[in-house]
């Protein structure tokens, strides 16, 4: 996987591909001005996760404005959260020689074959919001994304604010709602959660039981319900996206308990929805993930194609909100 901590810069040393696709598909758009500089439109190739969350619902519609607004041919794919379709996309992309491939990444393991097809063709790529685990870094130029470890360590640091605040005294039973299994959102939020309860509350806070709920609502329900029936006890939730918190908060109150009282809920992204419960008292605090990715990633496709250099790691800039500042942020809130 790709060196979070580390800045370093790599050298873009990228030709420009070969031709533009043949025919435009449905899922193609475009504008009418043309790329900078060039008479031939830049055409970008992006294979989206899936459309599991609100999170990604604004990701997408960050990417489509944002390459409309560069006047980028824009081939877009939805991967239903399914590897296979990212890869079958990625390669479609390759066949009709793309100048710039970008994809967000479902899983991170088993893009090697892929990528090293696409840099057999000399097509650079791009890798936006998630990351990839790869033996050859050459693989993709640059990460336009969150230090997903970094919400994890502040969802743990937030956690003691809310504690506080509600006074609870004593041992800390919690309650771990994954992302998709194999994700670096899912495996990243979860290790820099782990790493300050180890650090800083080894004796008293314990995560009593841990499941993927896939990032959705749905199984964000499905999965509390039963997490419920197996730790009726359980003092905080910690889901990594208000999505599947949002679903935990329904199964919580169809047991009859209080979500943001009873159990103490802490969620990461900051959609619209995530706000509109916390501003409800039943969720407690939110991580912040920016899906605003477009513009940065337009940028970034551009410098690519141009063959300049560009850092490897290019960071969002994310804030936390407590639930007393939900009812202002609110109105203020973008996605
Ligand atoms: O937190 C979640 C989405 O990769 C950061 O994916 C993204 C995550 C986001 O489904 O809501």
Aim: charged content about 25%.
């Amino acid at each position: 996987m790709l060196n979070r901590r580390n800045f370093l810069t790599a050298a873009v040393g990228v030709a420009a591909a070969t031709g533009l696709a043949a025919c435009a598909k449905e899922d193609d758009s475009s504008s009418s001005t043309s790329g900078s500089g060039g008479s031939k439109k830049l055409v970008l190739g992006f294979s989206q996760v899936g459309s599991e969350s609100g999170w990604r619902s604004a990701n997408t519609d960050s990417v489509k404005e944002a390459a409309k607004e560069a006047g980028y041919t824009l081939k877009f794919s939805d991967a239903q959260q399914k590897q296979e379709n990212q890869i079958s996309a990625i390669r479609s992309y390759i066949t009709q020689g793309v100048d710039v491939i970008a994809f967000s990444p479902v899983v991170v393991t088993g893009w090697d074959a892929v990528l090293k097809e696409a840099k057999a063709k000399k097509i650079p790529v791009v890798l936006t919001d998630r990351s990839v685990e790869t033996s050859d870094e050459s693989l993709f130029v640059t990460l336009v994304g969150s230090d997903f470890t970094d919400e994890g360590r502040r969802a743990a640091k937030i956690l003691e604010k809310v504690l506080e605040k509600a006074g609870h005294k004593g041992p800390v039973k919690i309650a771990q709602l994954e992302g998709t299994t194999g994700a670096a959102p899912a495996i990243e939020r979860a290790k820099g959660f782990k790493e300050v309860m180890d650090a800083d509350h080894a004796d008293d806070w314990k995560i009593v039981v841990s499941q993927t709920g896939d990032f959705t609502r749905a199984g964000g329900k499905q999965v509390m319900a039963a997490f419920l029936q197996s730790n009726p006890d359980i003092d905080v939730l910690f889901a990594h996206n208000d999505d599947m918190g949002i679903g935990a908060i329904q199964a919580i109150e169809a047991a009859g308990k209080k979500p943001g009282k009873d159990i103490l809920i802490v969620t990461v992204d900051g959609v619209k929805d995530g706000f509109i419960a916390m501003s409800e008292g039943k969720i407690n605090a939110i991580v912040e993930c920016n899906p605003l990715l477009g513009p940065q990633l337009m940028e970034v496709v551009q410098k690519v194609k141009d063959g300049e250099t560009v850092e490897r790691w290019i960071k969002t800039k994310e804030s936390d909100f407590m639930q007393d500042q939900a009812k202002a942020a609110l109105p203020t809130r973008k996605y």
